[in-house]
């Protein structure tokens, strides 16, 4: 088994954050953690072990005190919505996703009786929207609505496919057991797991909270230039890679099977690949497989920041922006090497 050191390539220099922006973080996120009524004190614990409290200031570090605020209520909210929903079944992702889009663009939620949680994270949501609003354009948050559904929708499809499985590995079973409630097994071909693995990273939105740490209100066309979106795609990518690099042993040992590493372990036991090899030679390979992918995404990225075409009288605030995704990059790697979630 591959211990922390999996030879990342993350050729970028590491900031700190000003310790009382770490401070305000830490004195907020007590506050905003209490309206999660449903979470017990031992998670609580964990989230503050893990350093999730703190990881806007880590991967954010320049941010201002208004974006930082927004971003660390956000990462909080994403986390604590993640660890509540998951393992829910279809139709209560199809529900929430209903509700929170709605909530993000104004609209009224009538609170449901049989899901008093939801009304939590609505509601935040709504508070999330409000703070954004404060430090991002009108395009920014209509932008940023639109990836919390394909974000929700990921976790949707994620459920549809446990589902599936589920049932077909239940009519497969030769004899009766009392394990019906065990998560099959079953790994999706790399195509299916890419598509649903980029929606329920929420990379993208990770990406859009650049802007935000640079302080730059991009404007959509330079947003939809060529040159931003190859930006974005590597940003994305770098982080869902190292993601599930670093939390492939944690997601073997729950039986998840959205993870880049275990997908190509799967795919190249299809192919007969290192027939009659270890169980951990094989899963040794997949890592430098994956680490491969996620090494030759940073090699494109850093050709690109090397190569900035003319942006005129924004070029100064495309090249802050490029800064910032540094910034991002290293400091999502080094909280993947010290948060106690991938321990």
């Not at 929700?152 to 994620?158: S, V």
Request: proline share 4%.
């Amino acid at each position: 088994m591959k211990t922390l050191d999996f030879n990342l390539k993350y050729p970028f220099i590491s900031k700190q954050p000003a310790p009382s922006k770490l401070k305000l973080i830490e004195e907020q996120q007590k506050e905003w953690i209490e309206y999660y009524l449903w979470m017990p004190e031992k998670m609580k614990v964990a989230y503050k072990t893990s350093k999730i409290v703190t990881l806007a200031g880590i991967i954010y570090p320049g941010a201002g005190e208004k974006g930082m605020l927004a971003i660390a209520r956000w990462l909080l909210l994403g986390f604590a919505f993640d660890d509540y929903y998951d393992d829910k079944p279809e139709d209560v992702f199809s529900k929430i996703r209903k509700k929170t889009i709605d909530s993000l663009n104004g609209l009224p939620v009538a609170p449901d009786p049989k899901s008093p949680d939801d009304e939590v994270f609505v509601n935040e949501f709504a508070n999330v929207r409000d703070m954004f609003k404060e430090v991002a354009s009108d395009f920014w948050v209509k932008r940023f609505v639109k990836h919390q559904e394909i974000w929700i929708q990921g976790m949707e499809e994620e459920a549809a496919y446990y589902e599936k499985h589920h049932q077909e590995w239940i009519k497969s079973l030769k004899e009766e057991t009392t394990s019906y409630d065990k998560k099959p097994v079953i790994y999706p071909t790399y195509e299916n797991y890419l598509s649903i693995r980029f929606k329920i990273s929420g990379c993208t939105i990770l990406s859009d909270f650049v802007e935000i740490a640079a302080g730059f209100k991009m404007p959509e066309e330079i947003y939809k230039s060529d040159y931003i979106q190859k930006l974005r795609h590597h940003i994305t990518y770098s982080i869902m890679w190292s993601n599930d690099i670093y939390g492939a042993a944690r997601e073997l040992e729950k039986n998840e099977v959205m993870n880049l590493v275990l997908v190509l372990k799967s795919e190249n036991e299809k192919e007969n690949k290192y027939e009659g090899e270890s169980e951990s030679y094989k899963l040794d390979k997949a890592y430098e497989e994956a680490a491969k992918m996620h090494n030759d995404g940073i090699d494109d990225f850093v050709r690109l920041t090397e190569n900035v075409p003319d942006f005129g009288e924004y070029q100064e605030d495309v090249l802050r922006y490029i800064e910032h995704a540094k910034l991002l990059l290293q400091g999502q790697k080094e909280w993947h090497e010290n948060s106690d979630r991938y321990q």
